[in-house]
């Protein structure tokens, strides 16, 4: 099957969006009184709020925050000696499960601020791989489908032999009426 060249700008169009909508997307944030967090999903997937893959966490603080932790489950991952902190992690590394992650800011005259939510981490799995490039593929074979079908429905194009055969007999038609 040889494909046309609008069809092969249609399949490349999908590619693009695919590939878009895989890359680096913010998740969500907690926001509290003086303190910030934010995910930022670098490869994976957090369908239905489980998170399995790679992901970025960026924490942040008032001005007047000087130091930042940040813990999983009650214990340190990460910590700064200012008011940003930022942290990639893979779920894999840790267990599956429901995971409390809790951001502590000083704002050095010894009080502290904290934020804290809850989220799901699952092990990366063929499975979810496996959906992602099903979809993906189906929707690419629905687009080039609806597009091959709404190309059809238009008028077809005449072609350049069409088009003279009918000046021809549009001249001739003139030429036996004023004669």
């Not at 214990?75 to 992690?89: K, M």
Request: positive net charge; hydrophobic residues 40%; charged residues 25%.
């Amino acid at each position: 099957m040889k494909l046309r060249n609008s069809d092969k700008f249609i399949f490349l169009l999908l590619i693009i969006a695919t590939i878009i909508s895989l890359q680096t997307t913010l998740i969500r944030g907690q926001n509290s009184e003086k303190l910030s967090i934010s995910f930022k999903k670098n490869l994976g997937s957090n369908f239905g709020g489980n998170w399995s893959g790679d992901f970025t966490i960026k924490c942040a603080g008032d001005e007047d925050i000087v130091a930042l932790e940040l813990f999983f489950n009650g214990t340190q991952v990460a910590s700064a000696l200012s008011n940003f902190l930022e942290y990639r992690f893979h779920t894999e590394d840790f267990g599956d499960g429901i995971w409390n992650i809790t951001l502590k800011g000083n704002d050095g005259s010894g009080v502290i601020y904290q934020t804290t939510l809850l989220q799901n981490f699952l092990k990366p799995d063929i499975k979810i791989i496996s959906y992602i490039l099903i979809i993906t593929f189906v929707v690419t074979l629905i687009g080039v489908g609806l597009y091959r079908d709404f190309k059809d429905k238009r008028k077809p194009k005449k072609t350049p032999e069409e088009i003279k055969k009918r000046i021809r007999i549009d001249i001739d038609n003139d030429l036996q009426k004023n004669f």
